[in-house]
């Protein structure tokens, strides 16, 4: 195996990676405020069609990932208003939302299949980019990639360093006593779950307009139900994301490695395809036997409806 | 003045009953508005798509074909569901029971046995069953969440699928088709009624339905189940088990969805291909929702789920749209259910903004 060859499948890792990254950092936040949000494959579908279908006809990927994020927005506003306002059952409005999300994808792309979109040049960072081996794989990458670590950086400072994250995450453990001390626990859900929506459509928005960079009808193909495992896996901290995100984006390249290093094996492509879901089903036994983790990580109100004046 | 919800002292019945017919009125009344906005005259749009489909004897009995498998799968998940068991694989799970069933019918080709097509309906419950036991064990054993688990499963089975069709199991007269050979006469479901593609899968459903009736509603294990989902720390304290509520939610659900698959490929199908079920597993979730996860009730949303596809089906031939219309239909009636549920538990009422 050439250096090179090292080089470009730590690229293609990073790549995988960064939408798995994006989604389920927004998630953690939703999560932290004590909501599941189910639909993120809903979610990012919507958000992968609407970033095509606006880079597409305005020949800008910026203003693609924006329409991706409102997109994201205006899906995961749906969710709220079933499971925030009307209080339904949260599993099933996000298993709504997820369902509607493909559906709706898969209507609205169904014009741009078969079309494709130019390349964006990668943003190279000055020196850094001139590192062996490293430099091509982490700093000659889309501007996303960068944006995905800031987001680690940011999540984390804001979760445990700003007062704001201090009460999400007390809405989070106990809105009960949160809401009694006169924070507005339903605004403050409301406010997560919407950052939860951009960041998954931005996932969505990166896979379409970059990653193929075309639409086709169930491209997402689970990686919005793989990301939520990463929130699992991660124990609902930011920095954990990172680790689980190129794990998993390392098995969805295994392809291009059993290709690219020319043993010859001759494994059906459908076995490899499978190895992302195994490996998601393993993390999450390994990561779950243990109850008393999940227990302490993850937030007390999880999953549970919170009604105002109760 | 504002719009708050006040908690009822008692959940209403009424309500539980009415909401479900609320979303579909929704649900129509959007699908009005969704044809205006794409264009489309909203009355045309809904005859061809509600009513276009039933028009003739024929339409009926495909009505009652597309609404067996969604009877199969959401009686089946329904089981779970009141017990709180997110099964949400039964895709999966209708899959592998196709592949369990059909595998006998390509092993003992020309076969003349009795016990052929019996034995590959087994054959697929217990594929089924196999394919939901796998994240039933890893949550009653590892903790790991079943929701997550499940659905992983249903892409590995999709891959199964594929590998399958375009590998060991591919027609070798078949022109390279991704297929499978055609399932003789003898592995094939009888027609139930003449000039219809309805075969005995539907007594199958019907009898599935009474069954999941009396199990939930004459059993005491159907009680233990109901009390686990309603209550999980009454049910607890009465020494019901957690985890047998978890094993039987997610057989039963395994079980029903893999005579589902079998019925499709051994039905209208007729052999495996990559296309064996239009997401009829995710579908019969809201089938099941629709019904009040209750089998008169799973009855009649099957056939409504029925009609959606159908529906699809007719728009794409006559308004020139994506048939994935169907499921944009789907998603808001699940939509519409969940908001109307507000008036279960609650009564809306104007009250003056607080200063």
Known sequence: ?310 | MWLKFEPRPEPSKAMTYLSPILAVGLMFLSGLILFLILGKSPVEGFKVFFLNPLKDSYGVAELFLKATPLMLCAVGLSVGFKANVWNIGAEGQLLIGALAGGWLALHFEGSHSPFLLPGMIVAGALGGMLWAAIPAFLRTRFNANEILTSLMLVYVAELMVSWLVHGPWKDPDGFNFPQTKLFSAQATLPILLAGTRVNVALVFALGALVVGWVFMNRSFMGYQMKVAGQAEFAGRYAGFSAKRSVWIGMLAGGAMAGVAGISEVAGPIGQITEHISPGYGFAAMIVAFVGRLSPIGIFFSSLLMALLYMGGEQAQQYLNLPSSISKVFQGMLLFFLLGSDVFINFRPRLVRRRK
């Open chain 1, 1 to 310: 195996m050439g250096l090179s060859f090292i080089s470009s499948i730590l690229f293609a890792t990073v790549v995988a990676g960064t939408p798995l990254i994006i989604v389920a950092l927004g998630e953690l936040v939703t999560e932290k405020s004590g909501v599941l949000n189910l639909g993120a494959e809903g979610i990012m579908s919507v958000g992968a069609v609407a970033a095509f279908a606006t880079a597409h006809h305005t020949g800008s990927p910026t203003l693609g990932i924006l329409a991706g994020m409102g997109a994201g927005m205006l899906m995961s506003l749906l969710f709220g208003i079933s499971a925030l306002t009307l209080m339904a059952n949260q599993v099933a409005s996000g298993l709504a939302l997820s369902i509607f999300g493909v559906g709706l994808s898969a209507f609205i792309g169904k014009p741009y299949e078969s079309i494709a979109l130019a390349s964006v040049d990668p943003i190279r960072i000055p020196l850094l980019h001139k590192i062996p081996v490293l430099g091509p794989a982490f700093f000659e990458q889309q501007g996303l990639v960068y944006f995905s670590w800031l987001l680690i950086a940011a999540v984390a400072w804001f979760l445990y360093r700003s007062r704001a994250g201090l009460v999400l995450r007390a809405v989070g453990e106990s809105p009960v006593a949160a809401h009694s001390i006169g924070y507005g626990v339903v605004r403050i859900r409301y406010q997560a779950v919407l950052f939860g929506g951009a960041m998954a459509g931005i996932g969505g928005a990166f896979l379409s307009v970059f990653y193929t960079p075309m639409w086709v009808e169930g491209m997402v193909a689970g990686r919005g139900w793989i990301a939520l495992s990463l929130v699992v896996f991660a124990t609902w901290r930011p920095t954990r994301v990172m680790i689980g995100a190129y794990l998993f984006g390392g098995c969805m390249i295994t392809q291009m490695f059993v290709q690219g290093s020319g043993a010859r094996i001759n494994i059906p492509a459908q076995f490899l395809s499978a190895l992302p879901y195994v490996a998601t089903i393993l993390v999450l036994v390994l990561i779950s036997r243990n109850r008393s983790t999940i227990r302490i990580n993850s937030p007390a109100s999880l999953g549970q409806p919170f009604l105002p004046d109760a």
